[in-house]
């Protein structure tokens, strides 16, 4: 497989750091290719501003969307942005991986997304009318590509359980895992998230490291995050609501997310 594997953290010595050098290590002995987007290493410029749009006309009032779109149909795009949607469309699979930072992944990381996702390549894809609202949420560019999040956190693992004063940790990650990966067509897997990252010994890090491994080994076979797919029959279009009968009498995240069959 070629994985992509993009890094949000300041400092190569920390463990997020030391955890994506050992899963390059871990993938490469695989036999897998591996490319690492280390965004503050590339000093990723980390805001979507109308530098990115130089060859609008002057005077022009900066619209995010619409001259995203321009630049990218007329292929003039910042070489930045050019590079990193080639990797993506390189890539078989796609890892993000970053601290959680005030719930959320860190703004560079945030910046990557906003700036490589432009219209035209992670969204505004296919025919939107009363019948289909575009190529997403299960189909689109990114199609048939595995993504993976692989995420430290400073809280302990109860602070984001079912209870936890955090919220669960599945409704933490939603809005990257459904909106930012599963929208423009990803097969998103499971997150890997260590907890507690400032209480790390030689013998918990060993742990942790042999976890991931074993999550990079089967990269390929894990089976995704069952959402479901928006153009399947599950949602009204255009209002973009589950049908009554969909997951009758749930509501928010997990209703997106078809349960397995009772056998």
Request: charged share 20%.
């Amino acid at each position: 497989m070629n994985v992509l594997i993009v890094h949000a953290h300041p400092e190569p010595r920390s463990l997020n750091g030391t955890l994506k050098d050992f899963a390059v290590r871990r993938l490469e002995a695989a036999g897998h290719t591996v490319q690492v987007s280390d965004l503050h290493a590339m000093q990723w410029k980390s805001t979507l501003d109308a530098g990115d749009s130089p060859h609008r006309p002057p005077g022009t009032r900066f619209d995010p969307s619409l001259h995203s779109k321009h630049a990218f149909e007329a292929g003039n795009q910042p070489d930045d942005i050019a590079r990193e949607q080639q990797k993506l469309l390189w890539a078989d699979a796609v890892i993000l991986q970053f601290p959680l930072w005030w719930f959320s992944m860190p703004a560079i990381l945030k910046g990557w997304v906003e700036r490589v996702f432009a219209y035209g390549f992670g969204y505004g894809v296919g025919e939107h009318s009363d019948a289909r609202w575009g190529d997403r949420y299960g189909e689109g560019t990114l199609a048939g590509k595995r993504a993976m999040l692989v995420v430290t956190a400073g809280g302990w693992e109860s602070h984001y359980g079912p209870r936890g004063i955090n919220g669960p940790m599945d409704d933490v990650l939603f809005p990257i895992h459904h909106g930012i990966l599963y929208y423009p067509g990803f097969d998103v897997l499971p997150p890997f998230v260590v907890h507690r990252t400032g209480k790390m010994d030689s013998a918990r890090f060993e742990a942790v490291s042999e976890a991931l491994g074993q999550r990079l080994d089967a990269l390929a076979t894990t089976p995704p995050i069952a959402f479901r797919p928006q153009n399947a029959g599950a949602y009204e279009i255009p209002a973009l609501t589950l049908r009554a009968d969909v997951a009758p009498g749930q509501v928010g995240f997990a209703a997106h997310v078809e349960t397995p069959a009772v056998t």
